[in-house]
């Protein structure tokens, strides 16, 4: 577990021991505010997913923010017990809960919490339903769909409906719609997005149809919309589209919507400047998280982060940049994969106007189970 050392509230973010996880509240808040405008006037309503930073008092700024569908989404049965336990108390499981002893645990947290689950298969249905039974509680239960990326859920039309009609039947278990995971809108521009997204989610719709004209309400079909929320959340028919990424971004969120900010960075410190054209900084791998591609520097064009080792960080810099990051310099790293990044640590470093307001711990970190 990391052992941050406490620095003063106040001190300068540029001053802050490194490596560190710091967070931006202005900008976050900012991308909060921008984000949940969109929702202002939508059919659907936003979930935010708190999957993404893992940090309850961001999750708490996300739901003050407004124009929300009341609840939360989280990934695991951990992280819906962390976020249990600090005020949210509507909560969508997105992923998968098929083992006996997470079933016991979600019904547990059911007692005092409203929880909604996604299934795609009857063996899932039925043991949730003895649980759900033994329990003395009702779940929620969403059919997952597939929209197309063979990744999960059942197929549209016919499948989606015997497995609302078997939860329908289920007892302990309460059939509140459907569901969709796939991540739709990354590749092309806007246009080709938005037609993407159509098109992907128009049998989902479809499934909505014959399941109500079979005689079962469907209260909420649920999406993913981190990338197509504007496309999304005016389609008829999709109640609510659950999000996470912008609140932070990264690198790469920030290519795919350029209108919403990095809010969290990797404060790192040059320790070497062993060889002409290099620096050496103090975040390696176990600070960034690197493995699906490499921070990037934010201000100091000329540089480039070119590889890491498990502690340490290779820079390889422009004839410019020699005398400026020389060791003791402190950079900035843009990290590719947020989400990657934040489970190296226990506590966001949380500052506004580049001053440290306290330090935000990231309580859901690791709760993959």
């Known amino acids: 577990m990391e052992r941050p050392v406490f620095q003063p509230v106040g001190t300068a973010a540029i001053e802050l021991d490194t490596p560190a996880l710091v967070v931006d509240l202005d900008t976050a808040t900012t991308n909060i505010e921008r984000f949940h405008r969109y929702f202002q006037d939508t059919p659907a309503k936003l979930r935010p997913h708190l999957g993404f930073h893992q940090c309850p008092r961001i999750g708490h700024l996300q ?4 124009n929300t569908s009341g609840g939360i989404a989280v990934t695991s049965v951990g992280e819906a017990e962390v976020f249990g336990g600090t005020g949210f108390n509507d909560i969508l499981v997105t992923g998968k809960v098929v083992t006996r002893s997470a079933m016991q645990r979600l019904c547990a947290l059911a007692q005092t919490t409203i929880i909604t689950i996604s299934v795609d298969n009857a063996d899932n249905i039925f043991n949730l339903s003895q649980i759900a039974m033994s329990s003395g509680i009702r779940l929620r239960v969403l059919i997952e769909v597939d929209s197309g990326s063979g990744w999960s859920g059942v197929q549209p039309g016919q499948a989606g409906l015997d497995l609302a009609r078997i939860v329908e039947n289920a007892a302990g278990l309460e059939f509140s719609g459907l569901f969709v995971n796939d991540r739709i809108g990354m590749d092309g521009d806007w246009e080709q997005a938005a037609n993407k997204t159509h098109e992907s989610l128009e049998p989902i ?5 014959l399941i109500e004209n079979s005689g079962m309400p469907v209260a909420t079909v649920s999406v993913n919309g981190d990338y197509n929320f504007d496309t999304a959340s005016r389609i008829s028919g999709i109640t609510e589209v659950y999000a ?3 609140t932070l971004m990264d690198w790469k969120s920030s290519q795919i919507r ?3 900010s990095p809010a ?7 320790i070497s400047h062993p060889i002409e054209a290099r620096a050496v900084v103090d975040a390696g791998h176990k600070a960034t998280a690197p493995d699906e591609g490499l ?4 201000g100091n064009p000329g540089a480039e982060a070119t590889r890491f080792s498990a502690e340490h960080g290779i820079l390889d810099l422009e004839q410019h940049l020699e005398n400026e990051l020389q060791p003791g310099a402190k950079v900035w ?3 590719y994969n947020l989400e990657l990044s934040v489970n190296q640590y226990d506590y966001f470093r949380a500052v506004r106007g580049s001053k440290l307001v306290g330090f ?3 309580s859901a970190r690791g709760r993959f189970e």
């Open 63 to 66: 739901m003050a923010a407004g």
């Open 205 to 209: 719709i479809g499934t909505r149809k």
């Open 244 to 246: 996470g990424i912008y």
């Open 258 to 260: 350029p209108e919403f």
């Open 264 to 270: 969290a960075k990797i404060l790192a410190t040059v």
């Open 295 to 298: 921070p990037v520097l934010e």
């Open 333 to 335: 790293l843009v990290p």
């Open 360 to 362: 935000w711990p990231i």
